[in-house]
């Protein structure tokens, strides 16, 4: 045990590791971890603790006097959309347990972070968030986890409030470890579930997602070892490894008998997915054969991962988005080549523009990096042509944050943050065009929407199969349901559309008060 890490039980175990303590109903379960490093003094004047034999693993049957209280937890996850599913498989494995999710912001007593790290601005939102909570419920148990506890997990242990760190490989058994507490209370230095090491076999996730939208999100693959200079993935998940694909199959079936209508497939490198003989066209052709699947899209990939006959399975495929989001990160190939991408711009655009002739309408999206270690003035101009060129729907800018143990982080050639600041304005206001520019190519087009909310306004909002995000005045509730619209005019950040046929006799009406609603907007 190193690093106040926890070890499994079994290494170095002596015979007084034998004594288990929760507070709770009565239930047996198997620890794993060394009981003297994670667990508070037990009381023994309210439990009764039963040794059963020894095996592999300690069991015992624990039992208490009085039944555990109901508890509320509220989860907040930050950075991308893999996190938003590990989140979503702890809801639900949470509820089995009875805990009552309450929305962030109101008094709960446990607070789970899924954390990211990705830049400092991550790792800083993760601190505000342990503040702010404890303002409004100052005795929550706060938990972190995610790449931040994997990564940060000695600057974790020095933030007051904090009172579990659980790293990646352990992440998703959080309910578990706090089962296994003697009480889910404040403690005077944080525990600390961690190893250095990730498994990186194939693995399967226990437990079904829980989505209040009609998206979900599907985790099939995790880790990568691309290791690209300014990222600091591969240290905080790992190797690359892909789930089962049977699981996957599991899963996205209970999805859509919960009337889940929409899938994103989501991981750090899905491009890579690899099980046997399976990969990602793969995956994608097994889910569109299960009943109540109406789409299919890919979340992000990697321009050197795309699988050969993918472009030309979305062009002929009724459920496939036609919504790519291919990370670019630079315009200029001397940049890419100190990033460590696989790639130079030429590259890039040949597959973009491949894409593009096969697909109708496709909806390409993409990562910009911004003040890279070395990027002049023309690196730089080099980015907003490529961007300028290349037919993108809208840019994502992403200002470049050191990040220790990379490689980017040992060079000295670095870009002032005004500097960084200025070209991010730049790119970014470019983004805002391609956006307008794809929105006036969907005027009078007449597209499928899948409605998800109703704003306060009385617009219903949803997104068409390539991303585009409609609004719609309906009398009708359109919550998970998907509809033709045409589009009739275009926002900043949305379209706006009429619904056809929808044999609703109040339509018209509604349609004449659209001008009041987005005024309000």
């Not at 601190?127 to 931040?148: D, E, K, N, W």
């Amino acid at each position: 045990m190193r690093d106040g890490c926890l070890a499994p039980l079994g290494v170095g175990d002596s015979k007084d590791t034998r004594c288990a303590k929760s507070v709770g109903r009565a239930y047996q379960f198997k620890l794993l971890f060394k009981l003297s490093s994670l667990f508070p003094t037990l009381s023994m004047k309210r439990h009764r603790v039963v040794a059963l034999p020894r095996g592999h693993y300690n069991w015992w049957t624990m039992r208490s006097l009085s039944p555990r209280p109901r508890r509320r937890v509220t989860f907040y996850t930050a950075g991308c959309r893999l996190n938003q599913a590990e989140t979503a498989i702890l809801i639900d494995r949470f509820c089995a347990k009875g805990y009552e999710p309450v929305p962030f912001g109101a008094p709960t007593d446990i607070l789970v972070i899924n954390s990211c790290a990705v830049t400092e601005q991550a790792e800083a939102d993760c601190r505000r968030v342990v503040r702010q909570t404890l303002r409004h419920s100052p005795q929550a148990f706060v938990a972190v986890i995610g790449c931040y506890a994997q990564t940060g997990v000695h600057a974790l242990q020095n933030l007051p409030g904090i009172d579990l760190i659980v790293g990646h490989q352990y992440k998703l058994q959080l309910p578990e470890h706090l089962d296994a507490l003697a009480a889910i209370e404040k403690q005077s230095t944080p525990s600390v579930v961690h190893t250095r090491r990730i498994e990186h076999q194939e693995f399967v996730v226990d437990g079904t997602g829980a989505y209040s939208t009609t998206r979900a999100n599907v985790k099939i693959q995790d880790g990568c070892q691309f290791m690209c200079a300014f990222c600091l993935i591969p240290f905080a998940r790992g190797r690359e490894r892909s789930r089962a694909l049977d699981d996957i199959i599991r899963e996205a079936t209970a999805l859509a008998e919960r009337g889940h209508r929409e899938l994103v497939l989501t991981g750090v490198n899905i491009g890579q997915y690899c099980t046997g003989q399976a990969d990602l066209l793969s995956v994608i052709r097994r889910l569109e054969t299960i009943p109540g699947i109406e789409r299919i899209r890919i979340s992000s990939i990697e321009p050197t991962t795309i699988p050969d006959g993918l472009f030309e399975h979305m062009a002929s495929s009724s459920k496939v988005c036609r919504h790519l989001h291919v990370p670019l990160q630079s315009g200029d190939d001397r940049i890419l080549k100190a990033m460590n991408r696989r790639y130079t711009v030429r590259d890039y655009q040949r597959e973009i523009e491949r894409a593009v002739s096969l697909i109708p309408d496709l909806c390409v999206g993409t990562d910009i990096l911004v003040g890279f270690p070395g990027e002049g003035e023309q690196e730089f101009k080099n980015s907003v042509a490529a961007a300028h060129d290349l037919p993108f729907a809208y840019v994502h800018v992403f200002p470049y944050s050191k990040r220790p143990g990379t490689a980017a982080a040992r060079l000295s050639e670095t870009v002032s943050s005004s500097v960084i600041k200025h070209r991010s304005r730049e790119l970014n206001h470019l983004s805002r065009q391609k956006r307008q520019a794809f929105y006036r190519r969907c005027l009078g087009q007449r597209v499928s929407v899948l409605f998800e909310t109703q704003q306060t306004t009385g617009l219903w909002v949803g997104f068409t199969d390539h991303y585009v995000r409609v609004g719609v005045v309906s009398s009708a509730n359109l919550a998970n349901t998907i509809h033709e619209v045409i589009v009739t005019g275009i926002m900043e950040e949305m379209v706006l559309g009429e619904l056809v046929a929808t044999g609703h006799p109040q339509e018209a009406a509604h349609r004449a008060s659209i001008e009041r609603v987005v005024s309000a907007i």
